[in-house]
């Protein structure tokens, strides 16, 4: 019997899903692929609230952020840092052997608007990294203060919505944000295996002017094979047929705001369990609407509390990095119902004697 997966990622495929890729596969080449590809990004456009570029990479999302890295930053980097995904992404930025500096905020606590033009008020950068919601800490950025701050600066807006776009609303074009990229595999509830990305024309502009972008994830590249409605490389043709039925049930039948809804419902029901049996990790206002991260204020065994959910049926997920016996956390993304969030909050209640 399969596992409901409580995990941030990836998440449940649903069967209806499965049977769309489970379809003969097509030349990468051809005419089909062409118009799948183009559906796909029209359906990309709607749910980022874009109009740019928008790119599919066959590759994880960590391909996207160093593509963000390797087409965007030119002189100097500053990498907003308040849990482990977005301390990785400085690592990437720096192993690219870009120029790069941190700023760091402690797990748990959101970016300040305040100390990032601190920084950016000094000229020494082009681009910045943000992570919007950070997956590791529960962490939703204020990314619309930090928008309006970055656009006052000729700095590149590169943003991590990871475990973020298709679970909650974000406005790329509104926001100003020059990449904008995430992974198919959480609150799309996809098989993981493909990279979005949306590239502003000034990104594009800006790539012209940066040697080494690197061959697979090089911005002018696939834009240049993207105009001929094509892939540089062999796309992951099956995820793109799951990908493009996805957008059609998510716009067209279950409706982007009525996503946005359950989604934050679901995060205000678990929100309400945390604090009446342990403490949430963030401050209230900038806990995510997909994945809570939960302190362990009554010192469970998280491993036998995941043993035990295993043998009734769920996939626990603990706390990540340093965060591993202090946490542990709950995503509430994708397909899943409130009602089998219900469920396993009760599950867990049963099982430790809440």
Request: proline share 4%; aromatic share 8%; with cysteine.
């Amino acid at each position: 019997m399969a596992k409901k997966l409580f995990i941030p990622g990836p998440v449940d495929v649903s069967p209806d899903t499965f049977e769309a890729m489970s379809v003969p596969m097509i030349s990468h080449r051809g005419a089909e692929v062409s118009k799948l590809l183009e559906e796909c990004n029209a359906g990309l456009n709607r749910l980022m609230h874009t109009n740019n570029t928008v790119f599919i990479f066959t590759s994880s999302s960590t391909g996207a952020m160093e593509a963000a890295v390797r087409n965007c930053v030119k002189d100097k980097c500053l990498s907003i840092c308040n849990g482990a995904f977005s301390e990785r992404w400085y690592g990437i930025v720096k192993e690219n052997g870009k120029e790069a500096d941190s700023l760091n905020f402690e797990w748990g606590e959101a970016p300040d608007p305040k100390r990032i033009e601190e920084k950016l008020s000094t000229g020494e950068y082009d681009a910045l990294t943000l992570v919007h919601n950070e997956t590791s800490t529960g962490v939703a950025a204020p990314i619309q203060e930090i928008a309006r701050v970055v656009r006052k600066y000729d700095v590149s807006l590169l943003v991590d919505t990871v475990s973020s776009m298709g679970g909650v609303k974000i406005e790329v074009d509104k926001l100003g944000i020059d990449v904008c990229l995430f992974g198919v595999q959480k609150c799309m509830a996809l098989p993981p295996g493909l990279a979005i990305c949306s590239v502003s024309e000034r990104s594009l502009e800006k790539a012209n002017t940066i040697p080494g972008r690197g061959h697979y994830f090089d911005f002018l590249a696939y834009k240049k094979y993207l105009d001929k409605k094509q892939t540089p490389t062999t796309p992951a043709v099956s995820i793109m047929q799951g990908l493009r039925y996805k957008l059609n049930k998510i716009l067209n039948e279950e409706g982007l705001e009525n996503r946005f809804r359950r989604h934050e419902g679901m995060a205000e029901v678990t929100r309400r369990w945390a604090k009446k049996n342990f403490e949430l990790l963030p401050e209230e206002q900038y806990s995510s609407n997909t994945v809570s991260c939960i302190k362990n204020t009554l010192n469970i065994d998280c491993n036998s509390l995941k043993t035990k959910l295993s043998e009734r049926g769920y996939v626990f997920s603990t706390g990540y990095g340093k965060l591993v016996d202090k946490t542990f956390r709950i995503a509430h993304m994708g397909e899943r119902t409130p009602e089998e969030l219900r469920e396993y909050l009760n599950t867990i209640d049963d099982i430790l004697g809440l």
